[in-house]
């Protein structure tokens, strides 16, 4: 196993999970109908909710989004490597288990620097006989240092997809996100795709729920617009149909969905 990885957890680790206050994370892992959480974190979810009542919806509508993009990538894309960033806690059908039904030989490269995560990397370290998932320890401000550790399991000569599912919103500055994706995005090889999500600045409600939700001390999230979204594909070979609501893109045959405030989209890098 690379430097910086662990497949158990720790007493430091588990020493440094803070119940007393909400986390993002537990959060949309209760939203998700998950059991890793904490009363903290079901009272700010339901109070997110109250003011909200779509954002269930919507975290749903996010995980069905990675499935249908990992799915694409991994399949008619013939992608086998996958760097997944701001893994949070796992649910169902997360990112190794998508690629690896579609190609056993896949290898996922989870990373996250949250202690929870850590707790759980044991039941996200599951692989086939063929295939690698690993997860690191490391932060999202520190890309080179991602970078670094993932190319002792991940090939950066070949084609990788770069997930950043839902966690730049926790950047809080946008300039600053924007030079960590160009950052991770420089790394990659001709024929890499960017696979992402965010939650947007598009409904008002969403937008006093998430106040309500950084007033507690939390870790905020910033909503964004989609057009600052979009400045994350610069360079890059957007794929049909665009950067659009998750549930918009690419819906599964006979499916009419409400689109949600949170958008996504798939790029190559040319």
Not at 105 to 133: C, F, K, M, W
Not at 201 to 208: H, W
Not at 261 to 266: A, F, K, L, R, S
Request: glycine share 8%; charged share 25%.
């Amino acid at each position: 196993m690379a430097d910086g990885q662990s497949s158990a957890p720790d007493q430091d680790a588990l020493s440094k999970i803070d119940t007393r206050v909400p986390h993002s994370a537990r959060i949309w892992n209760y939203w998700m109908g998950g059991r890793d959480n904490y009363e903290v974190d079901r009272i700010a979810g339901d109070a997110y909710r109250e003011v909200a009542p779509n954002i269930e919806t919507m975290a749903r509508a996010s995980r069905q989004y990675l499935i249908r993009a990992v799915t694409l990538v991994a399949g008619e894309l013939g992608i086998r490597q996958f760097l997944d960033i701001g893994t949070g806690l796992p649910t169902y059908d997360n990112t190794h288990q998508v690629a690896q039904r579609i190609a056993p030989e896949a290898r996922i490269v989870y990373v996250d620097n949250d202690p929870l995560v850590l707790r759980h990397a044991q039941a996200l370290l599951t692989s086939t006989r063929e295939g690698i998932t690993e997860y690191i320890d490391a932060d999202l401000h520190e890309p080179e240092k991602i970078i670094e550790r993932a190319s002792g399991i991940l090939d950066f000569g070949r084609p990788v997809a770069l997930m950043l599912m839902g966690i730049l919103g926790h950047v809080q500055d946008y300039e600053e996100a924007k030079s960590i994706v160009r950052r991770l995005q420089a790394a990659l090889p001709s024929g890499s795709y960017f696979v992402h999500y965010d939650s947007t600045d598009t409904d008002q409600a969403l937008k006093q729920a998430q106040q309500g939700y950084d007033d507690t001390g939390a870790v905020p999230y910033v909503l964004r617009s989609p057009e600052q979204l979009a400045a994350y594909y610069g360079g890059l070979e957007l794929l049909e149909p665009g950067i659009v609501s998750c549930p918009l893109w690419r819906p599964e045959p006979g499916v009419e969905p409400d689109p949600t405030d949170i958008y996504g989209g798939v790029a190559r890098k040319p």
